[in-house]
């Protein structure tokens, strides 16, 4: 395992529309073990290829509950619902952080490390975990969606994606 380096705003890989993923193999196993060692070096609750500056549909999200490390692979929204208002972060804006208007349940269709489909819904937090990492696949930034930036002490005890 090894940690990657964060790439951060305004490198162009991170606007861009990544490329689906067609080969399952041990260098994906690795990548994705890579990723995970690079999302807890910096405190992250998810991390997507381009923010390591590779072009993929890969995105991780670990935010500390009961389903563990999720691995999305050539995610696709099946569905969302709701509305939520909440603080975000990004490691490719380090102290930088904004409230973020995003649906507050999501279904997501994706693949595992093995190629295999599956389906996840998720609510709240969790929810917008995974959307903000689905959005970095599209080239889409959180600051584009922000509807306030916030400074270190309205973020005291909160939890930021």
């Known amino acids: 395992m090894a940690v990657r380096k964060i790439i951060t705003y ?3 890989i991170l606007e861009v529309q990544c490329q689906p993923v067609t080969f399952f193999d041990k260098k994906l196993t690795k990548l994705l073990n890579d990723m995970y060692d690079t999302m807890l070096e910096f405190d992250g609750v998810g991390l997507a290829a381009p923010q390591i500056g590779l072009d993929k549909q890969i995105a991780i999200v670990d935010i500390d509950d009961e389903n563990g490390t999720i691995e999305l692979i050539n995610p696709e929204i099946l569905e969302t619902k709701g509305e939520q208002l909440g603080p975000e972060g990004c490691l490719s804006f380090p102290g930088l952080y904004g409230e973020v208007i995003r649906p507050d349940y999501v279904k997501i269709k994706a693949q595992d490390r093995k190629g295999k ?4 819904e998720a609510e709240g937090f969790l929810a917008r975990a995974i959307l903000h990492e689905i ?3 599209q080239g889409v930034l959180f600051t584009s969606k922000v509807t306030r930036y916030l400074d270190e002490e309205e973020l005291e005890g909160l939890e930021v994606e």
Request: no cysteine; net charge negative.
């Open 10 to 12: 305004p490198a162009e």
């Open 117 to 120: 489909y599956y389906t996840l």
């Open 135 to 137: 959005d970095h696949l």
